[in-house]
């Protein structure tokens, strides 16, 4: 089956904020579209707002008059629920609720042909479920879009338990025709995005309740050092602490309470203090006329540059080949240093020497007595003790460090103070604003990163989505900087794979279990993007 031909006639029932999304998507793509819903106001309402927006385009020269006008022409009001007989595809997007959706599907089964395709665009409710009672079954598919509809180009495509694969694939190719990025996925909860999505926001409640840092800190961090579009706690003020908080609940007691999905009680609170985020006036960050000025991330204070840093050449490792993982990080890093006039000096790493390097590697960088790491998923402290050398400094990762603007570092409860401020003086020499961490494992982007890379790969290794379908849809449906699982393999899935097994020795927890693939992708040698 390919794309749904633009003579098909498209239904979409119910005509609020995703519905009216989908209808405006379908037209503009050159379909006729019927708009259905219990309040023909709602089918009114939507059908002028579109009409407003194709006059902006139109003001901002990016839409031609006469293709909003063809494409308004496009919309129709369907005035009872019969009136979509001839549709080919109908697209639900009525309230999400099971017994709602099951019951309209029945009804369409008696108005439609035996062809027409029916999809769901349900955000949390079991593709599978909602077929179940259907004659046709087999023709149920989610078709799941993100909001803003118009500007999100991600489209979930959801198959039950009895959906047909060409079914499935046809509504794939009708997404990508009305100009969508399409990725097939299982029904299960949460899909791919709001499943996957869960550790950018549960990490962030972690830090924040294990006082890592303040909210506007963290969000910091994951901004400039991260390369996330927004912090977590400035997205959880966008999206509303109250859906949030529902969803990871839902998704929560979907998995039969896995505790890798654990709600935070500190969100709890934000919810029952109705600090609900941009829409309350209130939530991480104030809102609206009575609104304070934003709180400034903690930054430390200049400290003077060290004149000479030694760091480490691992063996092997190509010259001038900035890697993320280890100590060849140091090469982007001595690159920035190099280019604000500090002395920087190779050292061999110890296998580079022929001798057997120590239980933890070398450092990346020497500093006066500091030895400077990049986070391994344990704490400074730990890994001080570990290593005995009191004067252990880490730093977390970043989406570049040849660009980052920020990095977060944090140092052991037994280093110096004058050995800490002449790592924080090295790093601002190279022209980062330094945030301090207090000493939690695996600081903030690197644990981070290191969950939405294990749930990422737990959803391909249950055959949920593929992993080049969990990339695109992190990366279109929430506008991660990078897929969840390009970024393990740029920071190497063993270095993965050790941050969470640190993490879940530091918390034993069944949380930071690490997932069966990547153990087998590092034990190979594999990576998931040849
Ligand atoms: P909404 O509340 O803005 O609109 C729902 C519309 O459906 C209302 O106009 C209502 O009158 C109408 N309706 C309710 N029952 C109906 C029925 N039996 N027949 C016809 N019309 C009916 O909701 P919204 O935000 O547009 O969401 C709709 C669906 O899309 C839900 O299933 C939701 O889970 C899903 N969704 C929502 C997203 C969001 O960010 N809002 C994102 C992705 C999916």
């Keep these: 089956m390919a794309a749904l031909s633009k003579d098909h006639l498209v239904a979409v029932i119910g ?21 259905y819903d219990t309040r023909p106001e709602a089918v009114a309402k939507a059908i002028s707002d579109i009409a407003l927006v194709f006059n902006k385009l139109v003001a901002k ?17 369907a005035v009872t629920l019969d009136d979509v007989a001839g549709a080919g595809l109908v697209v639900e997007a009525i309230v999400e609720n099971l017994d709602a959706k099951r019951g309209l599907f029945a009804q369409l089964e008696a108005i439609v042909g035996d062809d027409c395709i029916l999809a769901t665009n349900t955000s949390s409710i079991s593709v599978t479920a909602i077929a179940a009672k259907l004659r046709k079954p087999e023709r149920l598919v989610g078709m799941h879009f993100f909001n803003p ?19 499935a694939q046809a509504v794939c190719d009708t997404a990508a025709a009305w100009g969508k990025n399409p990725v097939h996925a299982k029904s299960t909860p949460g899909f791919i995005v709001n499943r996957v999505a869960r550790p950018f926001y549960a990490e962030g409640w972690r830090l924040l309740s294990e006082q890592a840092a303040d909210a506007a800190t963290i969000d910091a961090v994951m901004r400039e050092a991260g390369g996330f579009r927004m912090g977590p706690f400035e997205l959880m003020d966008l999206i509303g602490h109250d859906v949030n908080f529902a969803v990871t609940q839902s998704v929560f007691h979907a998995y039969f ?25 209130r ?3 104030s809102y609206g006329d009575g609104s304070t000025a934003l709180p400034q991330p903690q930054t430390e204070p200049a400290r003077p540059v060290p004149e000479f840093v030694s760091y480490t050449v691992e063996q092997g490792a190509k010259a001038g080949a900035p890697r993320v993982a280890g100590s060849s990080v140091a090469d982007a890093l001595a690159e920035r240093l190099r280019a604000a006039g500090i002395t920087v000096t190779h050292r061999q ?10 239980a933890d590697g070398a450092p990346a960088f020497h500093c006066n007595g500091a030895a400077v790491y990049l986070t391994d998923g344990r704490s400074a402290t730990e890994r001080a003790r570990d290593n005995q050398h009191p004067d252990t400094v880490l730093f977390d990762l970043s989406l570049d460090y040849a660009s980052a603007t920020r990095i977060a570092v944090t140092c052991a409860d037994q280093c110096s103070p004058a050995a800490y401020q002449s790592v924080v003086g090295l790093f601002q020499a190279a ?3 330094v945030t301090r961490l207090d000493d939690v494992p695996g600081m903030a982007v690197m644990r981070t990163v290191a969950m939405l890379a294990n749930e990422a790969a737990d959803a391909v290794n249950q055959g949920v989505c593929s992993a080049e379908a969990a990339d695109i849809a992190m990366q279109k449906g929430v506008n991660y900087p ?6 393990a393999d740029a920071i190497g899935i063993g270095q993965i794979v050790t941050v969470l097994t640190n993490l879940a020795a530091s918390y034993g927890e069944e949380r930071y279990r690490v997932s069966p693939l990547l153990r087998r992708k590092h034990a190979s040698g594999a990576v998931f993007h040849a």
Excluded at 257 to 278: C, H, I, K, W
């Design 15 to 35: 005509s609020g904020a995703m519905g009216a999304g989908i209808a405006q998507v379908a037209a503009v793509a050159g379909y006729t579209v019927k708009l």
């Design 61 to 77: 020269e990016r839409m031609s008059a006469v293709a909003a006008a063809a494409a308004i022409a496009r919309l129709r009001a």
């Design 149 to 167: 509809v118009p500007l999100m180009a991600l489209v979930e495509v959801i198959s039950g338990l009895a959906t047909d694969a060409a079914v």
């Design 257 to 281: 309470n896995d505790p890798r999905f654990t709600p935070s009680v500190l969100q709890q609170e934000m919810v029952n203090a109705g600090y609900l985020g941009r829409k309350s006036g």
């Design 283 to 285: 939530g991480f960050y």
């Design 349 to 358: 790493s110890p296998e580079a020497r022929g001798h057997a390097a120590g």
């Design 431 to 433: 022209g980062f604003a």
């Design 482 to 487: 990078r897929g969840p699982l390009a970024w």
